[in-house]
């Protein structure tokens, strides 16, 4: 009786294998011996995706060569290929399978990782009806939790439902992406514009949320209003108070009539505190982290990209530090809470300053086992580390490890306490308010003390009593309305997982259990990453813009409201989540899909034609473009500009490439000027090592060849 444990790549493989007794290493594969598991047990394991779906071609030579008459492409039945690097691995899963009378799913604990198990036994074409199939699920990597979690395998074929829901998301985004991409690029050909435009189920209503920032930012016109402020002395101190209620006034006709008929004017005058009011305000700490919510926050504090941020946590999550990363709950069950308030001690010292953290009892703010479905927050593992291994990870994966440590121990700690005072004034017939707070007790503040940017202070108010008679200083202060920000990363995930309602994160997360997001958790920072690949998207000073190529695309898709509305791509995840349910089935959703592919096909190229938007935007992308490719010319050599490197063209020799970036360093007009010039530049700073450690060195060209000069 032979069992497989099939996992999702070798570094997952490692970790089970290390949490058993024995292992003798082969090619491709682990055997086990362990009193946990039946005698003849081998580990083996996919790298990721083993099988992927086939191109169009594979259906038929015709599809080589994209061409309108060709479309739609609707395959009868989906062919799946093994990749040629991947097909030794495969051979040998195969075998395994082939041999295996129980069959331990052991590959990630969510939807793709089913998607990638059951592909592979697919694939395998063996009967799984006469296998025994068994699902591992588990939240860590660590020996306890993965013993525990064989000692509890599940039922496999329960989680069938979710390899069917990440299969049908797999081939819609097909169906969508081999007709949409081929017909938006031969009609945006017809008019003139060069290029390959790709569409996408989730990539474009992602790319449509950023342009129409964009555009919001650049068609925006500030209008003037005024204000009526007060400035009160009292008690030698000043204190600034505002109407209230607030008021604003477009012109100041509205203002000067306000005041008379207020009985104030302009300057000193007499005033009167009318009300003084404590309270005492208290602030629970923030939510645990998803995905989501620690890419946002890591890209707020420390402008790290989306997909970075998934990197680091992966790593945490493989070294058993962190729990498993790709989550969209914010909650944790008791059993988790118990592990966390028995390692405190622990954790603690991984913090520089002591803080008392007497909240011991589990608090729903945090722990509810009925809003935890598949995966819980992420947290921190039983595994601690020591400041030595800490040190050893890179700045990111410490950062990171350091922000989930202090969010999670700030549960236990006491709420943050302030006293909340508001001033009302009387200056002739008109109220002004002033507040202010004063902290009372820092409570879980205080593992945040050195994030003082998180923390917005109100001012410090002087001591007075109802009765008190002041002076104020009015003051008419004539502003305008300011325009709507970019995006960040960071703000972007959020208003992915909201649908495109871009709200505070308090204000999100109440609505998110009536919302369904686009994208997933996992595939998220994917999109993000595909979008600036392609050249869609660009990033300047942590703010996302659409650049002029995904300007030309989402002017040609806005007229099909279906490919660039968060709204709609938010039911179609619904639906597919229905899938995992048994609520809808995979035919039932593909038909959708094709049927709204047929339409795009029926309808855009008549759109396309003739539209002034589309062709006024393809003459300035032209435009652009031609400015764009000369990045500098030299008496040696003229250096064209591409979208992730430099062409330089010597005036005698052949041309070679330079990287835009080095070591994350991005090298701008000055560095290439030099090392085309001079071969080499001066010392530059802001290299970073592997590790994540900066550094400072030269660069030098050895022929066509780039590297550091430490001298």
């Known amino acids: 009786m032979t069992t497989v444990i099939l996992a999702e790549k070798p570094s997952q493989a490692r970790s089970y294998v290390e949490a058993f007794q024995r292992s003798t290493k082969k090619q491709g594969y682990y055997i086990i011996n362990d009193s946990l598991l039946p005698p003849d047990t081998v580990i083996t394991f996919g790298f990721g995706h083993l099988v992927e779906l086939a191109a169009p071609e594979a259906y038929d030579a015709k599809y080589k060569h994209w061409s309108l008459s060709n479309l739609p492409?609707?395959?009868a039945h989906y062919q799946f290929i093994v990749p040629t690097d991947k097909k030794a691995q495969f051979k040998i899963v195969k075998e395994w399978l082939s041999k295996a009378d129980t069959i331990v799913v052991a590959t990630d604990s969510?939807?793709?990782?089913?998607?990638?198990?059951?592909?592979?036994?697919?694939?395998?074409?063996?009967?799984?009806?006469?296998?025994?199939?068994?699902?591992?699920?588990?939240?860590?990597?660590?020996?306890?939790?993965?013993?525990?979690?064989?000692?509890?395998?599940?039922?496999?074929?329960?989680?069938?439902?979710?390899?069917?829901?990440?299969?049908?998301?797999?081939i819609s985004d097909w169906l969508i992406g081999m007709n949409g991409s081929p017909l938006y690029t031969l009609l945006l050909r017809q008019n003139g514009v060069r290029g390959v435009y790709s569409i996408g189920r989730v990539q474009t209503p992602t790319l449509y949320m950023v342009y129409q920032r964009d555009q919001a930012i650049k068609n925006f016109k500030p209008e003037p209003y005024f204000e009526l402020n007060a400035e009160i002395l009292a008690n030698q101190q000043k204190l600034n108070a505002k109407l209230d209620p607030y008021q604003r006034f477009k012109d100041e006709t509205g203002l000067i009539t306000f005041m008379q008929a207020k009985h104030v004017q302009k300057g000193s005058q007499g005033g009167l505190i009318k009300d003084v009011q404590k309270q005492g305000k208290k602030s629970a700490s923030p939510r645990l982290f998803s995905l989501s919510a620690l890419q946002t926050m890591i890209n707020r504090r420390y402008h790290a990209s989306a997909a970075d941020v998934l990197k680091?946590?992966?790593?945490?999550?493989?070294?058993?530090?962190?729990?498993y990363p790709r989550t969209d709950s914010q909650y944790i069950t008791d059993q988790e809470f118990t592990y966390l308030r028995q390692n405190l001690a622990?954790?603690?010292?991984?913090?520089?300053?002591?803080?008392?953290?007497?909240?011991i009892e589990p608090q729903s703010r945090y722990v509810n086992g009925k809003k935890v479905q598949e995966h819980h927050a992420i947290i921190m593992t039983k595994t601690v580390p020591s400041q030595e291994q800490l040190a050893k990870l890179s700045k990111l994966e410490q950062q990171?490890?350091?922000?989930?440590?202090?969010?999670?121990?700030?549960?236990?700690?006491?709420?943050?306490?302030?006293?909340e005072t508001t001033i009302i004034t009387q200056v002739g017939d008109a109220n002004f308010k002033a507040t202010g707070k004063v902290p009372t007790k820092q409570g879980w503040q205080a593992l945040f003390d050195d994030h003082k940017a998180d923390q917005q202070e109100a001012a410090t108010l002087p001591l007075v009593h109802q009765g008190d008679q002041v002076q104020a200083n009015l003051q008419t202060l004539q502003k305008e309305t300011t325009p709507p920000v970019p995006f960040t990363e960071g703000t972007l995930i959020t208003a992915m997982k909201t649908a495109g309602k871009t709200l505070d994160d308090e204000e999100a997360q109440a609505i998110l259990k009536d919302v369904q997001g686009i994208g997933t958790s996992a595939t998220r920072a994917n999109i993000l990453e595909i979008l600036k690949k392609r050249g869609y998207l660009v990033t300047e000073k942590n703010k996302l813009h659409v650049s002029e190529a995904g300007i030309t695309l989402c002017k040609a898709v806005e007229l099909e409201p279906l490919l660039t509305s968060p709204e709609m791509t938010a039911k179609w995840e619904q639906a597919l989540q229905q899938i995992s349910t048994e609520e809808r089935t995979p035919d039932n959703f593909l038909s959708q899909i094709k049927k709204f592919v047929a339409k795009l096909i029926a309808d855009v190229p008549a759109q396309l034609t003739g539209n002034a938007a589309i062709k006024q935007q393809i003459n300035h992308q032209q435009q652009a473009q031609k400015s764009d490719e000369v990045f500098l010319e030299t008496p040696q050599a003229t250096v064209l500009n591409k979208q992730k490197f430099y062409i330089v063209k010597p005036k005698q020799g052949e041309s070679f490439t330079l990287p835009k970036k080095w070591s994350s360093k991005t090298l701008g007009k000055t560095a290439i000027k030099a090392l085309v010039t001079k071969g080499e530049t001066s010392k530059l700073k802001g290299f970073k090592s592997k590790?994540?450690?900066?550094?400072?060195?030269?660069?030098?060209?050895?022929?066509?060849?780039?590297s550091f000069d430490f001298d």
């Open 346 to 359: 622990r954790y603690q010292k991984l913090v520089s300053k002591e803080i008392a953290l007497p909240q």
């Open 73 to 75: 492409i609707f395959p």
């Open 312 to 323: 680091a946590v992966q790593a945490l999550y493989e070294a058993k530090y962190l729990s």
């Open 110 to 170: 969510d939807r793709e990782g089913e998607n990638i198990a059951w592909s592979i036994m697919n694939q395998a074409k063996i009967n799984l009806k006469q296998k025994t199939i068994k699902r591992l699920w588990i939240n860590s990597l660590e020996k306890d939790a993965i013993r525990s979690g064989f000692k509890a395998l599940k039922d496999g074929w329960a989680f069938y439902p979710k390899y069917q829901e990440a299969q049908t998301r797999q």
């Open 691 to 706: 590790k994540g450690k900066s550094f400072d060195a030269k660069l030098k060209l050895d022929g066509h060849k780039l």
């Open 400 to 419: 990171v490890y350091d922000l989930v440590l202090r969010t999670t121990l700030a549960m236990f700690a006491d709420p943050y306490e302030y006293e």
